[in-house]
């Protein structure tokens, strides 16, 4: 599984200034330290930045490339910032990879011929001109429609990396169950292609102390589902040795849960126990409150 590191972003009081002042330190500081970590790539996170966004992300991108040979997400909205950081990245262990290009005209016709050019791989945003898709069917229009522009540019199916929106557990808990429909089928509908998401954004809203569990569970469940590569926090070690292979116990439970199987939640230990509920408030058997653990 891929894993890439989502903690180099402009959200950081740390990494966030460094990028205002064009201070490299804090920024190399990061990325070795999420190189160290064991991700496979890093996501360079600078926001809209419409002002001098153009100036900032190739700034970025070189200061970044000086301290990792890792690949690198470049992560923004503004379209000229892209092709800036394209300019200047060097493919040392992968390509570049955009992240993202919305599955809306105007994004498509802007972004989809900067990844032709310059040889970089995209992550294809189920987000259409109304916004969210309602369902897995909408979500698999959308990613059709992507699939063939990008392929129409000349950008091969392995470089396209499929996000169907993961939404906050707390917001749209239903949202989840088409994210986790549309990750079944898409090796199907679209052969060769690779899946992705923002797996923290499952946990985004719920208290701190719960959103390592939230994001733990919901990677063991996407996993089941054929999940291959997911931005993460490149810090919870626990997250990483469950993408790793390492927890076969608790993988093993929530994979039971998913196909239906019986499990006597009395023979479970605490930790055990705290992945089965969490599995119940994921797949929604069991309504989402800030003390579900406790219940």
């Known amino acids: 599984m891929n894993l890439v590191g989502e903690n180099l972003n402009i959200i950081s009081k740390v990494t966030g200034a460094a990028m205002k002042a064009r201070d490299p330190k804090p920024i190399q500081e990061m990325a070795i330290r999420e190189t160290e970590a064991g991700v496979d790539y890093i996501d360079v996170n600078m926001g809209p930045m419409r002002k001098d966004g153009h100036e900032c992300m190739p700034w970025l991108v070189k200061t970044v490339q000086e301290v990792t040979d ?12 892209i092709r800036e950081g394209l300019k200047v990245y060097e493919q040392k262990k992968g390509k570049a990879v955009i992240n993202s290009v919305m599955a809306r005209p ?18 294809a945003l189920m ?22 522009a990008a392929t129409a540019a000349g950008i091969a199916p ?30 199907d509908m679209f ?13 985004n809203g719920p208290p701190e102390h719960l959103r390592a569990i939230l994001n733990q569970t919901y990677l063991m469940i996407l996993m089941k589902y054929g999940l291959q590569g997911a931005i993460v926090d490149a810090f919870d070690e626990d997250l990483k ?11 093993s439970l929530v994979h039971k849960m998913i196909d239906g199987e019986a499990v006597d939640p009395s023979t479970l ?10 599995v119940n408030v994921l797949v929604g058997k069991s309504l ?3 003390s579900w653990l406790e219940l």
């Open 70 to 81: 890792l690949p690198l997400y470049l992560d923004t909205s503004n379209v000229e910032a």
């Open 106 to 123: 105007e994004r498509m016709e802007a972004l989809i011929p900067i990844a032709a050019e310059y040889d970089a791989a995209i992550v």
């Open 127 to 148: 987000w259409g001109p109304e916004g969210m898709p309602r369902d897995a069917d909408e979500r698999a229009m959308l990613a059709m429609e992507l699939f063939m």
């Open 158 to 187: 392995e470089d396209i990396w499929f996000d169907p929106i993961i939404t906050p557990v707390n917001v749209q808990q239903d949202q989840l169950m088409h994210c986790n429909a549309f990750f079944q089928t898409q090796q």
């Open 191 to 203: 052969p060769g292609t690779i899946n992705t998401c923002g797996l923290s954004n499952v946990s």
């Open 241 to 251: 040795a469950i993408a790793r292979g390492e927890r076969s116990e608790a993988v």
């Open 269 to 278: 230990d605490k930790e055990m126990l705290d992945y089965y509920k969490t």
């Open 288 to 290: 989402f409150s800030d």
